[in-house]
C-alpha cells in the first residue's frame, strides 16, 4: 500500500490521506480537506488511480471536508459512521463555539455507506478495517490495515484530539483509546488527522510509551487530566477573543526542559516569606470563578500571555508562580516565561487541584481576577 499525506495551510494542521494499492491501481481518501482539491487531483492524475472510497473518520468542526467535490470528481462512494445519521442534532449547539457554519457546510454532503464496528473497506487489494472510536465525536472511525492505523482525531502524535466538543465525550475517548487503541501491535505506523509540528507519523508503541492520553489512568482520572489539559473554548468565543480552532492543541514543553515545580506546601511558604511571588494564574476567568483560585492571584489565560507579557514585572529576577487547574497548562507557561527571560520562575505541581486537597483555602470571586 502507498500511503500519501497531505497537509493543509490553512491554519488546522489538517492532515489528510491518499491509500492506493498499486496491483490493481485502485484508491481510499481519508479525511480530505476542502482546501486540498488540487493537490489530490494532481496525486490522482499522477498515479494514475481509481478512487473508489472516500472516508471522512468523522464530522470535522474545524474545517470544510472535501469529500463532496471529491465524489464529483471521480464517482467514488462517501463513507461515515452511521452516528453521522444524527450530524444535524449538534449543528446548532456548534453556534456556541463559532464552528455552526462548517457543521452545516459538513453535514450537507451525502453519505453513500453508513458504517460501523467492524465492518470492512475491500477494494482492490486494499483491506480496511472499521473501528469505532467516539470521544472526540460520536460518529468517530478508526481505520486500520496490516501496517497503519489512521487514528484521525482521537488520538494524535503526542495527544489527543478534543473531546469537548459538539458530539465529543472524554469518558467516551477513554474508552476508545484503552479498549481499542492499546491493543494494537506497537509496530503498527500512526496516522493522525491533525499536527501542529511537522511530524509525518509516529509508531504507535512509542506513543504508548510517551503520549499522555494512553498512561495508565482510571476513567475518572483521565476525565479530569482531560479538562485541563485543554484550553475551554466556549469562554473565549463568547468573549470574542479570535482563535483558529485546532482539534488538539500544540504542547511545546519537552521532558528534558528545565523547569522547577514547586508543592502547595511550599508556596504557601513563599508567600509567607518576605519576597512574594506573583502567582500567575493561567485558567480561563470562568474556572476561577466555578473552582475557586488563590487568594491574590494575577489572572492571565494561557491563550492570551503572548500578548499580555507587558502586564508581568519587568524585572526578570521577580519571583513567579504560575498555576492551572492540575498543572499543565501552567507548566506551558513557565515554560513561556523562561523563553522570555524570566529566571525565577516556578511552575505549582497538580495545580490549583492540590492546593485545594492540601488543605488550603480558595476563593471564588464574582467577577474575574485580574
Not at 480537506?33 to 488511480?49: G, K, P, S, Y
Not at 468542526?61 to 444535524?88: C, P, Q, Y
Not at 502586564?311 to 521577580?318: I, S, T
Request: charged content about 25%; proline content about 5%; glycine content about 8%.
Amino acid at each position: 500500500m502507498i500511503i500519501e499525506q497531505i497537509r493543509s495551510n490553512d491554519g488546522t494542521g489538517t492532515l489528510s490521506y491518499f491509500l492506493k494499492d498499486d496491483a490493481s491501481s485502485v484508491a481510499v481518501i481519508v479525511d480530505p480537506n476542502i482546501e486540498d482539491l488540487q493537490e489530490f487531483a494532481a496525486i490522482v492524475q499522477q498515479t494514475h488511480a481509481r478512487v473508489t472510497h472516500i472516508v471522512d473518520t468523522h464530522t470535522h468542526a474545524d474545517h470544510i471536508s472535501g469529500a463532496g467535490e471529491l465524489k464529483k470528481m471521480f464517482g467514488a462512494r462517501i463513507v461515515m459512521h452511521k452516528n453521522t445519521k444524527n450530524k444535524w442534532k449538534i449543528v446548532d449547539e456548534g453556534d456556541r463555539f463559532g464552528i455552526g457554519d462548517t457543521l452545516r457546510a459538513n453535514a450537507r454532503i451525502p453519505i453513500d455507506w453508513y458504517v460501523d464496528d467492524g465492518e470492512v473497506i475491500a477494494t482492490g487489494n486494499l483491506s480496511i478495517q472499521i473501528m469505532f472510536t467516539p470521544g472526540h465525536t460520536d460518529n468517530h472511525l478508526t481505520l486500520l490495515t496490516d501496517e497503519a492505523v489512521f487514528t484521525g482525531d482521537l488520538l494524535l502524535i503526542g495527544q489527543a484530539g478534543r473531546s469537548d466538543l459538539p458530539g465529543g465525550n472524554p469518558a467516551e475517548q477513554y474508552e476508545s483509546l484503552f479498549k481499542k487503541i492499546i491493543p494494537l501491535p506497537d509496530h503498527l505506523r500512526m496516522y493522525p488527522g491533525h499536527d501542529y509540528a511537522g511530524n509525518e507519523y509516529s509508531l504507535l508503541g512509542d506513543e504508548k510509551k510517551r503520549n499522555p492520553f494512553l498512561q495508565h489512568r482510571t476513567k475518572e482520572e483521565y476525565i479530569v487530566f482531560v479538562k485541563d489539559f485543554f484550553p475551554p473554548i466556549a469562554e473565549m468565543v463568547l468573549s470574542g477573543s479570535k482563535m483558529t480552532l485546532q482539534c488538539g492543541t500544540q504542547r511545546v514543553v519537552q521532558t528534558q526542559d528545565n523547569i522547577k515545580s514547586i508543592t502547595p506546601r511550599e508556596l504557601e511558604e513563599l508567600m509567607e516569606g518576605p519576597q512574594k511571588p506573583l502567582i500567575l494564574d493561567v485558567r480561563e476567568p470562568m474556572e476561577l470563578v466555578m473552582i475557586g483560585a488563590i487568594d491574590g492571584v494575577v489572572n492571565i489565560p494561557v491563550g492570551q500571555l503572548a500578548s499580555r507579557l507587558v502586564e508581568l514585572p519587568r524585572d526578570e529576577n521577580a519571583p513567579i508562580v504560575c498555576v492551572c487547574q492540575s498543572g499543565n497548562r501552567s507548566l506551558e507557561a513557565t515554560h513561556f516565561l523562561q523563553q522570555n527571560g524570566y529566571v525565577n520562575v516556578k511552575n505549582l505541581a497538580g495545580g490549583t487541584g492540590a492546593w485545594i486537597k492540601s488543605g488550603f483555602k480558595v476563593v471564588r470571586p464574582k467577577d474575574p481576577v485580574s
